[in-house]
């Protein structure tokens, strides 16, 4: 199944015109990567998915924690999440393969609840990223995502169905319990979930413990425990990523200046802003900004998507 899976891949690849970076397809929310050599580590917002390598290896971090993955398989982000991602293992006649694939908590929810025997979920909050095995029946759906792609007519009927299917296979595995956490209502994960909806929403204003713990309808020292179990960050600090991270699109997308950057996403002193900037990304603002440019240049004009 793996060497099918790579075969039909890199076929759709060369499809599109060869090279390496970010290749999208007829459905929106998947998404091919290649890259010939590993990569510097990059710092981006992590969507709910699963991040499939086919070929080569990767690695994220999050907070204080980092996890490997490799050849067949995968990665598992159950919450929006600031994250560095780093292609370890690639080259050109091995070059990394990887495909991302957003989920839909509203579809998945509906599958959860069709579940004779659903699986339980731990009581206590943990990580919201995991890594797992590939197997047959989890490839055989993307390799069936892949093969409809030739038939662009052909997806509003059939991936629905595929990604009913993806979820049963998901929801019933070894991991069943932690990625149910995604669906459940009213489960910790969701409530800290509506929070972090919170943060991204209002991340340039100045939010206190409690008003989030509100929103999460928790005390404050519960809803910290869990944030922090669920993502190994504080809310500040989970905040501060979502800030800095904007600042960077603004610089390299909107050519924003270094200060103007600062004062959209809420810091009041440019420098202190700096500072936090050269910690999280390893260089100042507009170096950092020069290194951006120059990698979406190496990657012939595709944007590089780091999950």
């Known amino acids: 199944m793996s060497s099918s899976l790579l075969a039909v891949v890199s076929a759709y690849v060369e499809e599109q015109g060869g090279g390496q970076g970010l290749f999208p397809t007829p459905i929106a929310s998947f998404n091919i990567v290649r890259s010939f050599q590993a990569m510097m580590p990059m710092r981006a917002l992590y969507r709910p998915s699963l991040c499939v390598v086919i070929q080569g290896a990767k690695e994220i971090r999050f907070g204080e924690d980092r996890l490997d993955y490799g ?47 659903p699986p339980t979920a731990a009581a206590s909050s943990g990580p919201c990223v995991f890594v797992g095995k590939v197997d047959e029946a989890l490839a055989d759906c993307i390799l069936r995502l892949m093969r ?112 103007e950057a600062a004062y959209k996403v809420g810091y009041e002193s440019a420098s202190q802003f700096s500072r936090e900037y050269s910690r999280t990304f390893g260089t100042a603002p507009k170096q950092d900004v020069l290194n951006q440019q120059r990698l979406y240049s190496e990657y012939a004009g595709r944007t590089v998507q780091t999950s």
């Open 71 to 117: 050849a067949m398989e995968c990665l598992v982000v159950s919450v929006e999440l600031p994250a560095t991602g780093r292609i370890v293992e690639a080259s050109p006649t091995a070059p990394y393969i990887g495909v991302t694939l957003d989920f839909d908590v509203a579809d998945m929810r509906a599958v959860l609840e069709q579940l004779e025997e």
């Open 148 to 259: 409809m792609l030739a038939t662009p007519k052909a997806i509003p009927i059939l991936y629905p169905s595929v990604m009913r299917e993806l979820y049963y296979w998901l929801l019933s595995g070894p991991h069943g319990g932690e990625v149910s956490k995604l669906a459940l209502p009213e489960s910790n994960t969701e409530r800290v979930v509506k929070a972090i909806s919170t943060l991204h929403l209002n991340f340039a204003q100045t939010l206190r413990i409690e008003q989030l713990a509100d929103v999460a309808r928790m005390s404050p020292s519960s809803f910290h425990q869990h944030f922090k179990a669920l993502t190994s960050m504080t809310p500040l600090q989970f905040q501060k990523q979502l800030r800095l991270l904007e600042a960077r699109r603004l610089m390299v997308s909107e050519a924003t200046n270094v200060a």
